[in-house]
């Protein structure tokens, strides 16, 4: 309901009440009618302007004037209406055209810049990759002389890169290797066949699950981890090697990067953490690229040895149990057993009745003797300290991919690219369980846990068995490409792994 001044019969601008006569009036015309007054219009009582109390309404709408109300006079209206629609439409364009090169410009400046940035970011990293080259050269120890008959291979710049000379097995590197097997074998008697009471039993390890995964270690440009260890003093440290040739130790428990390892040449293919005595922060990593081996300190974040003993690439790492020696197998067919404290290559050894490439390798637990898989299908088992080939296991179909020991040193697991998982006896030197695994199925990473008890597969999915059933308990698709790495935590309180799709997994219960 519209309210109507008393005096003027309309529609108020400004309505305000008398409280005299209690009647709505146009403010202007009440505020004449007492300065000439004095008084109520309505009832003649005395009135003042202070009197007057405003009256808050929403905007009146005056109604049209009689002249408004003809048909022309409608048509004009809607005319005029027209007419301003078409007004401020014009200038909506014109505004939208302005937005729209304003907004062009700076979608230009803003892709000039990220090329800018792009150029600059790959300065950098060239600049800091020369420079992590440098460093290492200028803290070593400088190379031993290589005899006349020693070829060389070619480096990173494609420059010739020096291949250490072989030290040799001195009587006294050979007695520190069987002391520490007897040490190992003693240890091995007192636990017996019984397991650790702490151990995950296998009903709770079939109820894990995936609990964490974690997809921005590695760079995104160059996707893939490559390879996967977990500290030996404390299995929540992870580290990880990437194809964008970067090296990272990750906390599990604090859910962060503890060290990004930045200036490689070459991807990183294998990565092993180094069981040191110190503190877990003073631990080193022994990493490999291309044909190269470095040990890195996780303190002061840059290289500390560099072993040279390969001309072709490496294509596995295994740590002796004393921590002072490393294993290398290559694809120049040769493996090598070097000092990592001096960066010497101590022997060098190839099978020249086989003449093919060496794809991975593995200590035994005890550490006198180790086994590699070959190009042809083939497992060898050496004595170091002889340096000789005292067994062979043929039966896989294609190339070995991965080999591992159980810990109690009487089991071998191989897998192969033929789709298969094959057991082996040490004891008595055969192949005693074959598990087929899908077509095409790809075994990457073979790992027991520290008992003994589980067998972990990584490939095509990851799959964990129970040894002697050998019967799987846990299988996990959660990867979108192949799974390059398994490994347990401590009593396998959980399982983690990486792969190709750059993430980093964990499952537990």
């Known amino acids: ?121 790959k300065e950098v990293t060239a600049a800091r990759e020369a420079l992590a080259t440098l460093k290492p050269q200028a803290g070593l120890v400088a190379p031993q002389a290589v005899p006349a008959s020693q070829p060389t291979a070619a480096g990173a710049g494609g420059e010739p890169m020096e291949i250490n000379e072989q030290v040799g097995m001195t009587p006294e590197i050979i007695q520190k290797l069987q002391d520490k097997a007897t040490i190992l074998t003693t240890e091995r008697k007192k636990r017996g066949k019984t397991v650790p009471e702490e151990l995950v039993r296998a009903e709770d390890l079939s109820k894990y699950r995936q609990v964490a995964s974690h997809a921005g270690l590695h760079s995104a440009s160059v996707p893939g981890i490559l390879a996967l260890d977990l500290c030996p003093s404390d299995t929540n440290k992870v580290l990880t090697g990437g194809a964008d040739k970067n090296v990272v130790v990750f906390d599990k428990n604090e859910e962060q990067i503890v060290a990004t390892l930045k200036g490689h040449t070459k991807k990183v293919t294998s990565v092993i953490y180094h069981p040191s005595q110190k503190k877990i922060s003073d631990n080193q ?5 291309n044909t190269t081996i470095r040990v890195w300190s996780v303190t002061a974040g840059s290289c500390v040895q560099v072993v040279r003993a390969h001309e072709a690439g490496v294509t596995g790492l295994s740590l002796h149990a004393t921590g002072d020696y490393l294993l290398s197998s290559s694809e120049d067919q040769y493996w090598a057993f070097s000092d990592i404290q001096t960066g010497r290559v101590l022997t060098k050894v190839t099978d020249e009745s086989a003449g093919c490439a060496l794809t991975c390798a593995q200590f035994h637990p005890d550490g006198l003797i180790f086994g590699t898989g070959t190009a042809d299908s083939q497992i060898k088992i050496w004595d170091l300290k002889e340096r000789t080939n005292v067994a062979n296991f043929p039966g896989h179909s294609g190339p070995v991919t991965s080999i591992a020991f159980s810990e109690n040193g009487y089991y071998l697991a191989t897998g192969a690219q033929d789709s298969s998982l094959k057991l082996w006896d040490l004891r008595k030197l055969k192949n005693f369980k074959t598990i087929t695994l899908d077509n095409n199925y790809e075994v990457k990473s073979l790992v027991f846990d520290q008992s003994g008890t589980y067998l972990a597969v990584g490939g095509s999915d990851i799959r964990v068995y129970i040894c002697k059933q050998w019967s799987e308990v846990l299988n996990f698709t959660d990867h979108s490409g192949l799974v390059t790495g398994v490994a347990f935590g401590e009593n396998a309180q959980f399982l983690t792994s990486a792969g190709m799709d750059r993430s980093l997994k964990f499952y537990s219960l």
Not at 36 to 61: A, Y
């Open 285 to 289: 990593i022994i990493y490999n690229e």
């Open 1 to 121: 309901m519209s309210l109507v001044c008393a005096i003027s019969n309309e529609v108020p601008e400004h309505p305000c009440v008398s409280p005299v006569s209690n009647q709505v009036f146009e403010r202007r015309l009440i505020e004449k009618y007492i300065a000439e007054n004095g008084t109520d219009p309505m009832n003649g009582q005395p009135l003042s302007e202070e009197q007057l109390v405003d009256i808050k309404v929403s905007h009146p709408i005056r109604p049209k004037a009689p002249s408004a109300t003809s048909i022309p006079a409608i048509l004009k209206s809607l005319q005029d209406e027209w007419d301003a629609v078409m007004l401020h439409s014009f200038t909506l364009r014109q505004q939208l055209q302005t937005t729209r090169q304003e907004l062009s410009h700076a979608l230009y400046q803003h892709d000039a810049a990220c090329r800018v940035i792009a150029r600059l970011t």
